[in-house]
């Protein structure tokens, strides 16, 4: 574990209107580890990592990056820091191949044509970099790749731009057994070559497989973040469903949550999941 966090948030607000999404949250990541963000259905989590990509403004609160205070407005702020996110849907082209796909909107050009050797080189050393075995040709076309292979394109693709901190929304929704066990074994190897990893997920054996800490979201608050070994299964689930267990929580003393009594839920409808 690191002296201090790569990243590290520190009493973030967040509200569409009136309707408050975000209460207070501190979170923060460590180069080299995953940190699991948890939470049930409009906890806060698409809203906290829109707030990190610069897709949200925040209302209130710091965000610090490599010990310095930054202000994220765009998500171009965001990737010039070394943030990237890699959503749900992936974001990829199914008419294009690997490499257009992995430097799209980012071509390297040559004079006035585009330098198909040098990024057609650059993503075969990233994808070489992951050990990225699964995929048999470069100019494949995602149309034609698994659900896992195309996972593996889009988190080869945030991780090609000098990347500090990865941030994954959902990576095994909808695969299989095998291909998710790729995907999560990828995961774990981004952590031990040096990156911050983010892990949204809502399975709880993911999470526990291959993080190093978890962060518990509820209704809008941080109610705690502690290392995967230091608590179970049952106490994760209680935290997201309830905001507390067994003294930790909005009642407990870990310092995550500062309130007695829970907020009321007013995410607005779409806001969050």
Known sequence: MSAKPLLELRGIDKSFGPVQVLRDVDFSVNAGEVTALVG????????????????????????????????????????????????????????LDIVQNMFLGREKRSGLVLDEPTMEQMAAETLAGLSVRTVTSLRQHVSSLSGGQRQTVAIAKAVLWNSRVVILDEPTAALGVAQTAQVLELVRRLADNGLAVVLISHNMNDVFAVSDQIAMLYLGQMVAQLRTNDVTHAQVVELITAGRSDGLGLTGTNGAGRHDTPPTETTPTGADR
Do not use: M, W
């Open 40 to 95: 049930d259905n409009g906890a806060g989590k698409s809203t906290l990592v829109k707030c990190i990509s610069g897709i949200y403004s925040i209302d209130a609160g710091e965000i610090i990056f490599d010990g310095r205070p930054v202000h994220i407005n765009s998500p171009r702020d965001a990737a010039t820091l070394g943030i990237e996110v890699v959503y749900q849907d992936l974001a990829l082209c199914d008419n």
